[in-house]
């Protein structure tokens, strides 16, 4: 008796087991109908691959409308003697030489070019060194670099004019 019990007994936890996963299944497919996708989803390299064009489209977007900018990257230009680099915020220089100097409107501190190679403020009249990294402080002093020689070359990242 004891043993019919016992078997009684685990065919009604299956019959249980059964009818739960049926449920559950009930659920998932309502789940389904939802367009949301749960947090716990495992995300594979297949799935972005699907939607990475549509993901780099909507962080492009997200970020222009942040004001980040997003330039280009690096780009080689070339002044001629006479002409200035007015970098604008954020921009990046290297000198690749030729023969350059900054022009500040200020020679306060904080108010000039800064030499991030060497760590020193550059104003009006002082030559740029070959290789050096130079960005524009932040502050409201006019800033830029002067061709002196004839052709001057630079690598800039981010934005910047040339009058």
Excluded at 66 to 85: A, C, M, N, Q, R
């Amino acid at each position: 008796m004891k043993k019919y019990a016992f078997t009684v007994l685990i065919l009604l936890a299956v019959i249980a087991g059964f009818a739960f996963t049926g449920a559950s299944a009930e659920s998932g497919a309502a789940r389904d109908q939802d367009t949301s996708i749960p947090e716990d989803t495992p995300v594979t390299y297949g799935y972005l691959e699907k939607f990475r064009e549509q993901l780099k489209k909507e962080i492009i977007e997200e970020l222009l409308g942040s004001g980040v900018d997003i330039g280009g990257g690096y780009e080689e230009i070339t002044l001629h003697k006479g002409e200035f680099l007015i970098p604008g915020a954020g921009c990046e220089i290297i000198y690749r030489g030729g023969g350059a100097a900054a022009v500040t409107s200020s020679r306060h501190p904080g108010d000039g070019v800064t030499d991030a190679s060497t760590e020193k403020e550059l104003f009006s009249g002082e030559a740029l060194e070959y290789g050096h990294i130079y960005f524009a402080s932040q502050s409201s002093a006019e800033k830029a670099i002067a061709a002196l020689g004839e052709n001057v070359r630079f690598t800039v990242n981010g934005n910047y004019e040339i009058r």
